[in-house]
């Protein structure tokens, strides 16, 4: 038989996932000598030995590779005969590659799973993780990653983990969080005055528990959650009332992808996607109640399935199919990662806790995604996928972006590599701020990144912008809404004149007014504002977004002036008059009124007006309940506006009030103005492309978020002969800004602009 040598090229996400001790395993079965290594491409393979043992070595691997990892190319060549005697994994060469590696936390695997009800030391052993699965950046303080690196440092290896662990044949060769039942860290549950140790105490203690209608807090991968049964009625009130999270969607955790499918709706990219690795949860729609409770007045349910073997091993001794697990924590501030504050502070929310010995070092909310137009749209980034770099065809290094500021990621810049933080969130609320500071310092630390340029918003308020002018190093603004369309181009690897449909709840414009409803011509240097959305007062700023009715108010004074009030009085049922008379005041004595061209303030506008929401007890509430108002997506029906200079809404809020009063469903009314939307968008694009000839457009802004809005703005405009790009990976919301803004900052640097 000849001996022959092949070279592999692959590329995909590769590195940091356990791929070479993978390809070393697999070149071991297959009797084959050569190297593996890192390269900036992805991994490179020289393979030497018998013909059919490389062919079949060539044909197993796209089939075995480690699941956190996945392959978009592989290249096989012949090579030159090398005569090599042995395998071997050449080190990375680049000290900058090494250390973007930083894998994503992985959910556990079938083969650790297994591990658990047979391998001796494992047995129900909570902490089970290999090569190819367990905790990894919520568990690094510092690279390389190493296990002394890691909050496992000091847990010593007992003589079987550590053989494994050396042994490159083992599938836990080098995983750093090795542990066992013997060495590892260990679960305890808190209740009253007693504390348990032993895990199946632990799991019959909870299932009784949750099961009689009490609530648990139960330390996760990237920090707390706080559970119960989410069929119990009263159980989950009492949880929004003790968490003061009034009206708020809870996240659900199923035992199996079967039970979901007993009460939510699920395609199939929607199971691939629940059943990744990266286990987010996502947004299905319901296919019957769960409890009343659960998501008011949404059609919408957040599901994931269990990623961590303590998550297994509780289902298996509870008799219902799934939990509410959402995150431990107050209202707004970040999620709880200490044992000690989270007995401090969730002692008045839950009857317990179950925690472990482990530290986390950096917290991780769940990642929440939903599909659209068979692509997966991540809305909050965070566990499974920060801090997984972003690629782009630019010289990123050393480039800062502070991000927005409600729901804020930050980014750095390595290479030609984006590094996305995880998600932050909103900065006004102090810890959160802390976090952000603290998260900076981790990912400088841990990226070996030092600032020399930072990349803030425009908006002279915002907390993050206030952070990048402190830090007394170069400075760039961006305006918001080009930061969000060149999150979109900077995701889709585009470097040219586009339109940009930015359709957004708020950003700071040029002229010192909210932005929102843009339609945007531009590139990575710089945009000119094509339309947007007629300008409306927003009466008391921020207020307006707990109190959809006041843009309900101003929309009418604006278009029918201040008798309305008094001839559709029907329209204001509910709201007290003297709120009605202040909030009118206001507008008409123009007192604390900014203006906006937000389109998130005219959904706001619009689910008030049917009723949806008046007031909202929650971040875009408002526009959610109007998407799930809006039934038939298959209806075409829509609503008259106007476009000379700018775009106004008044002939189709006139539409829309003769409908409610010709008592036209509901829910017609809302397709009909979600269609209006979606009309605009291609009207405003065939304009700009008649004008500029330019066929490529970009979606972002966290409208974008809404999937009749997405799901359809895509398909006509496609069907318009545009080529149309819009976010997946990366938030459409303002957890996507900071790319856009590295993006910008880049290209211009470049240019030396
Ligand atoms: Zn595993
Ligand atoms: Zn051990
Ligand atoms: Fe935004």
């Avoid at 402190?470 to 369309?485: F, G, N, R, Y």
């Amino acid at each position: 038989m000849d001996i022959i040598t092949k070279e592999i090229n692959i590329k995909g996400l590769v590195q940091g996932v356990g791929f070479r001790p993978f390809v070393y395993r697999l070149a071991s079965e297959f009797q084959l000598n050569g190297t593996v290594e890192n390269n900036n491409l992805g991994v490179y393979i020289i393979i030497e030995g018998q013909e059919d043992k490389v062919e079949g070595f060539i044909k197993a691997l796209p089939n075995r590779i480690p699941q956190a990892s996945h392959i978009s190319k592989l290249c096989a060549n012949k090579a030159e005969l090398r005569n090599f005697s042995q395998f071997r994994i050449v080190k990375s060469r680049s000290r900058s590659e090494e250390v973007t590696e930083v894998s994503p936390d992985i959910a556990v695997c079938e083969n650790c799973l297994k591990d658990m009800e047979h391998q001796q030391n494992r047995i129900d052993y909570a902490f089970t993780n290999c090569t190819n699965c367990g905790p990894r950046f919520t568990i690094i303080k510092d690279l390389p990653y190493d296990r002394p690196k890691t909050s496992m440092a000091e847990f010593v290896l007992c003589n079987d983990c550590d053989k494994e662990y050396k042994d490159i044949l083992d599938r836990r060769f080098h995983a750093q969080p090795v542990a066992c039942n013997i060495c590892g860290p260990h679960y305890k549950l808190e209740l009253d005055n007693k504390s348990y140790a032993d895990i199946n105490e632990i799991t019959d203690n909870a299932t009784k528990l949750i099961e009689s209608g009490k609530i648990l807090a139960i330390k996760g991968l990237g920090g707390y959650h706080i559970a119960c049964d989410p069929f119990n009625n009263e159980t989950v009130r009492e949880l929004r009332k003790r968490k003061a999270r009034e009206g708020k969607p809870l996240a659900l955790m199923f035992n199996n992808i079967d039970e979901i499918k007993k009460y939510l709706h699920v395609s199939d990219e929607e199971q691939k996607l629940l059943i990744s690795w990266r286990r987010p949860i996502v947004l299905l729609k319901l296919k019957k109640t769960i409890s009343e409770q659960l998501a008011l007045g949404l059609d919408t349910v957040g599901a994931m399935l269990p990623y961590m073997p303590f998550h297994y091993l509780l289902f298996k001794k509870l008799n219902i199919p799934a939990l509410v697990l959402t995150s431990g924590n107050f209202s707004d501030e970040p999620i709880i990662i200490d044992n000690g504050v989270a007995r401090r502070n969730l002692n008045s929310i839950v009857d317990g806790i179950i925690t472990y010995n482990r530290r986390i070092h950096n917290r991780t909310d769940d990642s929440v995604a939903f599909v659209s137009n068979n692509k997966p749209r991540i809305i909050r980034r965070s566990r499974g996928y920060a801090p997984s770099p972003v690629h782009l065809q630019l010289n990123t290094e050393g480039i800062l972006a502070a991000g927005a500021e409600l729901v804020n990621c930050f980014a750095i810049g390595k290479g030609s590599q984006v590094i996305m933080s995880q998600h932050i969130g909103d900065l006004k609320n102090l810890e959160t701020l802390e976090f952000y500071k603290e998260s900076m310092k981790r990912f400088s630390k841990l990226f070996r990144f030092k600032p020399e340029l930072v990349v803030a918003d425009m908006h002279p308020e915002y907390l993050s912008t206030k952070f990048a002018d402190d830090l007394s190093i170069e400075t760039m603004k961006v305006q918001h809404h080009h930061a969000h369309i060149a999150s979109c181009m900077a995701e889709n690897n585009l470097d040219e004149k586009v339109i940009g449909i930015s359709f957004d709840g708020t950003g700071y414009g040029t002229d010192g007014n909210i932005w929102g409803g843009e339609f945007l011509i531009c590139d990575l240097v710089d945009f000119e504002r094509y339309t947007h959305f007629e300008y409306i007062k927003q009466p008391g700023g921020d207020a307006t977004n707990h109190h959809p009715w006041r843009m309900m108010l101003s929309y009418l004074v604006h278009y029918f002036g201040e008798d309305i009030v008094k001839e559709k009085a029907f329209l204001f049922e509910g709201i007290p008059h003297t709120e009605i008379e202040l909030v009118g005041s206001m507008i008409s004595k123009n007192i604390n009124c900014p203006l906006t061209s937000s389109a998130g303030r005219l959904f706001d506008a619009v689910a008030a007006l049917l009723g949806a929401c008046k007031n909202s007890s929650y971040h875009a509430e408002a526009p959610m309940r109007l998407e799930a108002l809006a039934g038939n997506e298959k209806l075409e029906r829509k609503y008259s506006y106007d476009f000379g200079e700018l775009i106004s809404f008044k002939r189709c809020f006139k539409e829309m009030i003769e409908d409610i009063e010709n008592g036209i469903d509901k829910s017609t009314i809302a397709m009909s103005f979600h269609n209006t939307i979606i009309h605009l968008a291609k009207h405003i694009s065939l304009k700009i492309k008649e004008k500029t000839a330019i066929s490529k457009i970009a979606l972002s802004g966290g409208t974008f978020q809404n999937r009749i809005i997405l799901g359809k703005t895509e398909k006509l405009l496609r069907k318009s002969g545009f080529e149309v790009y819009s976010q997946s990976n990366i938030p459409s919301n303002d957890g996507g800004i900071a790319l856009g803004q590295i993006a910008i900052a880049a290209k211009r640097r470049q240019l030396k602009i």
